[in-house]
């Protein structure tokens, strides 16, 4: 298989986000996939494969009609990959995990409030829940595309969540906030109910955060 630095470079770049992912306790296991725009298609990895024994190139090249060299398996989930990017010309990559209070929240078929003003991160004043449909699904894809309007993350009922990014290094930072969030909430749920910030105020923190570190731009 021959293919550019460039291409070379965004497969590796996949594998350690893979790893990172449950180095950082966000995922586990083979749960979780990542995608990354690439020319006119995306590069995705590979159906159940075991982070540690992945290599680049069994990392799949997808063009955008979802067609891929017929020895390569992509993931189970390349369709709300390749809806995400397709209908979504500000990212550039896609991270979905199963990581545990995302998925506690899931499962009860909650979003997240604006319990910490960090939630401006994932674009709004909110992280929606996308409605349960069994994975891989065309009608998975379209309820995550749904959640995703206007914001950079998603939790997908009793399944996980989802962040995107312009970048993975900051699709793989939201990952971690939201699972930040979604574990604060599930504290503050121990205690009672939360009270939570105003939209204007996570509005004016969106603002604010516009160029901050790894957060949107
Ligand atoms: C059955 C899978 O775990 C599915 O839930 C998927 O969402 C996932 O996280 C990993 O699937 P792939 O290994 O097919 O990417």
Known sequence: ???????????????????????????QGTSGNISV??????????????????????????AMDGSHAP?????????????????????NAVVHAHPTYCTVLAIMGMEIPPVHYMIAAAGGDSIRCAPYA?????ELSE??????EGRLACLLDHHGMI??????????WLAVEVETLARQYHGCLQIGQPPLLSSD?????????AGYGLSED
Not at 134 to 138: E, L, P
Not at 143 to 148: C, F, K, P, S, Y
Request: hydrophobic share 40%; aromatic share 4%; charged share 30%.
């Open 1 to 27: 298989m021959s293919m550019t630095a460039d291409e070379l470079a965004k497969r590796q770049a996949i594998i350690d986000a893979c790893r990172r992912m449950n180095a950082l306790g966000i995922n």
């Open 37 to 62: 725009r690439h020319a006119d298609g995306l590069l995705v990895t590979p159906t159940s494969v075991p982070y540690e024994a992945m290599s680049p190139d069994q990392i799949v090249l997808m």
């Open 71 to 91: 020895d390569q398996k992509p993931s189970s989930e390349w369709r709300f990959h390749r809806d995400i990017l397709k209908s979504r010309p500000d990212v």
């Open 134 to 138: 069994t994975f891989g699904t065309a």
């Open 143 to 148: 309820h995550a595309v749904r959640a995703l």
């Open 163 to 172: 962040a995107i990014g312009k970048t993975l290094d900051k699709a793989m």
């Open 201 to 209: 105020e996570i509005e004016r923190v969106r603002q604010r955060m």
